[in-house]
């Protein structure tokens, strides 16, 4: 079945630092990828939408300049949490969906990043 | 705006029972609803995806149904084992984009 491999699953940096997720599609092709957050105990919550080619789709309340997305080819979707500060601390996750199957989305491992 | 509602967000058996997890929305126009489990610290692991136009699936020990015009799903685990305790989460998927609204999960332990 189809695979997204996300990297890195673990990171801590430094209050005003920058941390770049990625996000990868194996053996598929995925023009379009989403990103999700999740707080302790919470359910999963989409951030935006990446779409290859083009700006990525933000929800509502999601900073756009805080959360850079870049899908800059059709297996690998960026995020890149811009100065981040201790309250960006979360599990961030991302999926994808290979159209070739009727199997649903498939999500990354995730990524816990802690801001200190 | 869909709502996706989980009952009960938590689950204790003994191993051998059958587990029955709730799942509801509030717009039955949805493309498919699929169900998940998650381990703690870990991704999202697919069980089982439900296209509109089903009324179940089924994958060994897991069958999960659909009734869109109830606004319900169900996920039934038979004989829950130790190794099933985590927790599951369902998700409708709302627009031809493939977003998907995630209920709140049931967490569920199985003690030997």
């Known amino acids: 079945g189809a695979v997204v491999s996300q990297h890195p699953s673990r990171v801590i940096c430094k209050s005003g630092t920058s941390v770049k997720i990625e996000c990868r599609s194996l053996d598929f092709q995925a023009t379009t990828m989403f990103w999700y957050r999740q707080f302790p105990k919470q359910s999963l919550m989409l951030m935006a939408t990446s779409n290859e080619g083009s700006k990525a789709t933000y929800e509502q309340g999601v900073e756009k300049d805080k959360f850079l997305i870049n899908h800059a080819s059709l297996t690998l979707s960026t995020l890149t949490v811009t100065s981040a500060h201790p309250e960006d601390s979360s599990f961030y996750i991302c999926s994808a969906r290979d159209y070739r199957e009727d199997s649903g989305y498939t999500f990354g491992s995730g990524t816990r990043l802690t801001v200190v | 705006k869909q709502e996706v509602t989980q009952i009960p967000a938590a689950l204790s058996v003994p191993e051998g029972e059958n587990l029955v997890l709730n799942c509801s929305f509030t717009d039955s126009a949805i493309y498919n609803l699929q169900w998940f489990r998650q381990d703690p610290g870990k991704g999202l692991t697919s069980l089982l995806l439900?296209?509109?136009?089903?009324r179940e699936q089924t994958s060994g020990r897991l069958n999960a149904s659909l009734d869109k015009s109830s606004g319900r799903s169900t996920l039934y685990i038979a004989a829950s084992q130790p190794g099933d305790s985590a927790t599951y989460l369902c998700?409708?998927?709302?627009?031809?984009?493939?977003?998907?609204?995630f209920g709140a999960g049931t967490q569920v332990v199985v003690t030997p």
């Open positions: 439900i296209q509109s136009s089903q």
């Open positions: 998700a409708a998927r709302t627009d031809s984009w493939g977003k998907l609204q």
